[in-house]
């Protein structure tokens, strides 16, 4: 069973960066796209981007774009989300997330299979 576990959150100021990590455990990790979500209060779970398993493609919504980036390395079976220039509407429940099946890409929510449990990432101004 794939297990997926966040770490790395926590509380900053605007303008301040943040590197979130996910590891995985029981699944064949460079054989998984991963992805990152983030739920505010209130609000539906927001995709932010994704990473190919072989780590040569990328995808960010209009969120991320310009200011995080997503990264993995499949030695240690583990995905990261570099956030820089981190603003109050950033604050959010982080999600590592993973398709339900290998060598497949993620697209939206409904190609998940595999969520961690979240990180939260709390930018103050």
């Known amino acids: 069973q794939v297990h997926l576990e966040e770490s790395g959150g926590g509380s900053v100021q605007a303008g301040d960066s943040l590197r979130l990590s996910c590891i995985m455990s029981g699944g064949t990790f460079n054989l998984y796209a991963m992805a990152w979500f983030r739920q505010s209060p209130g609000k539906e779970r927001e995709f932010v981007g994704t990473i190919s398993w072989s780590g040569g493609s990328t995808y960010y919504t209009d969120v991320a774009k310009g200011r995080f980036t997503i990264s993995r390395d499949n030695r240690k079976n583990t995905v990261y989300l570099q956030m820089n220039s981190l603003k109050p509407e950033d604050t959010a429940v982080y999600y590592c997330?993973?398709?339900?099946?290998?060598?497949?890409?993620?697209?939206?929510?409904?190609?998940?299979?595999?969520w961690g449990r979240g990180t939260q990432v709390t930018v103050s101004s």
């Open positions: 997330a993973a398709p339900g099946r290998t060598e497949y890409f993620v697209g939206s929510v409904k190609d998940i299979g595999y």
